[in-house]
């Protein structure tokens, strides 16, 4: 039984796809390869957005290649939601009918003195139930309030219920780190393909297809 499988899961398109998002506030390109090894090259204009996108591909094993250009002469929000929307988009349509995925996902996050839950269905209903507070306004230059919008823009195009809970912790750092490397292990349990039903969509409905 192992070889048909074997021959199953190399037969599988390749999962990959390139979106570009174009307002009058910002030009976006994101890129990802579901069955890559974690290799990203990140530049959004926002270093630490940067760095939380390449945690987000480096522990969930999708490559990720991300442009944005942004007004960031008048702040983050604009820049952040957008590359939200853009990853999710290019996540979502490299998955196509998600035939063969796990779907479901989940990860606890210990960061220091920090711990954080998070858990998913690829269900293609997009939810967000987001249990995160901060104790400062800002990380560096970029708005902590702004992590939500991200994830809210995310969970949306990605097509996520996505429950992303801080269950305690006093760095703010490592908070939004935790729920991103959360996020990230989620993804990559949920994404995987089940090698017993590589062929199957995991619904009763057989379609997760809006």
Known sequence: MAKPLQTAMLTMPARKATVTRATKETRISASVDLDGSGVYDV????????????????????????????????????????SGYAVGEAISKALGERRGIQRYGEATIPMDETLTRVALDASNRPYLVWRVDFTRPKLGEMDTELFKEWFQAFAQSAGLTLHVENVYGENNHHIVESCFK????????????????????????????A
Not at 48 to 60: A, V
Not at 74 to 80: K, Q, R, S, V
Not at 182 to 209: C, E, F, H, Q, Y
Request: net charge negative; no cysteine; glycine share 8%.
């Open 182 to 209: 959360g996020l990230a292990r989620a993804l990559r349990a949920a994404i995987s393909i089940d090698p017993r039903k590589a062929d199957a969509v995991p619904s009763t409905k057989g379609t997760l297809t």
């Open 43 to 82: 530049k959004t204009g926002i270093g630490f957005l940067d760095h939380m996108l390449e945690q987000l591909s480096r522990h969930s094993l999708i490559d990720l290649t991300v442009r944005a250009e942004g007004d960031l002469h008048i702040d983050f929000h604009h820049t952040t939601e957008d």
